[in-house]
């Protein structure tokens, strides 16, 4: 049932393919209400789904600083839009579409500004991470045979 293409409402934005997906706020019967967030596609192997992560910061108040957030989200990625890894895409809440998914893809602003640099900034961060504690570990041990 490939429907007329309706507005979500919230941007402007009207995928210019049609799709047959049920799921789909453009051509399905999906409804959105509720929150908006703008994140980065970071996995879009699945099926109608994709990983969408934003960053944010939240104040610790002893330490009056802040501290950095990483959200990650499930959402569902309609067959007209078709977002993809590296994409910056606008996410809206619907209702729940399965066990983890609450959210769908409305927008796709087009792809994240060095996308891949920091993919690769972010992995060798953990990496990093890792062996720093491997090594503390080491330290620590050695200190105890002393
Ligand atoms: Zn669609």
Request: charged share 35%; aromatic share 6%.
């Amino acid at each position: 049932m490939a429907a007329r293409t309706k507005s979500v409402g919230l941007t402007d934005a009207i995928p210019t393919q049609k799709c047959t997906d049920a799921n789909c706020p453009f051509h399905g019967a999906l409804k959105v209400r509720g929150k908006t967030f703008v994140g980065t596609v970071t996995s879009s192997k699945m099926q109608r789904s994709a990983i969408v992560e934003w960053e944010g910061r939240r104040l610790i108040p002893k330490f009056e600083r802040y501290k950095r957030t990483r959200t990650k989200i499930a959402v569902h990625n309609p067959d007209c839009l078709n977002a993809r890894e590296g994409d910056l895409v606008t996410v809206a809440e619907c209702r729940p579409l399965s066990k983890t998914k609450s959210f769908v893809i409305i927008e796709v602003k087009g792809k994240k500004k060095r996308y891949a640099l920091q993919k690769e900034a972010l992995e060798e961060a953990k990496f990093k991470v890792k062996e720093e504690s491997v090594t503390s570990e080491f330290a620590a041990k050695k200190t105890a045979e002393e």
